[in-house]
């Protein structure tokens, strides 16, 4: 087997595999049963698509993809550090809320 037939075969293996990721990671945000459990779901899918999207730029050779898979990636890691701090908040009562400084809170 020569190195180009191994790298198309490892491309589509992997491309199976993170579509598989991708559906059943699916069925886990809509299945639920908890908010974290949907979070990190959300977190696993924006992973899948992050290695789909390189994988199918290694087998166009179209290397711009990985450049979207890295800005896919820091968007993701910011969408998860909101949700995981929504999910802190959302959890207190109003007198172990952390002070914001908001203006807002100010006048009420």
Do not use: N
């Amino acid at each position: 087997m020569t190195g180009k037939e191994f790298l198309d075969l490892a491309i589509w293996v992997s491309l199976f595999l993170l579509i598989l990721a991708f559906f059943l990671t699916t069925f886990r945000v809509i299945k639920g049963p908890t908010l974290p459990d949907r979070i990190v779901a959300l977190d696993m899918l924006v992973g899948a698509v992050i290695g789909f999207i390189a994988a199918i730029g290694i087998k166009t050779g179209y290397f711009l993809y990985v450049d979207i898979a890295i800005a896919l990636g820091l968007v993701g890691f910011l969408a998860t550090v909101a949700f995981a701090r929504f999910v802190l908040t959302r959890g207190l009562s109003d007198a172990e809320r952390p002070e914001t400084g908001d203006v807002r809170e100010a006048g009420k």
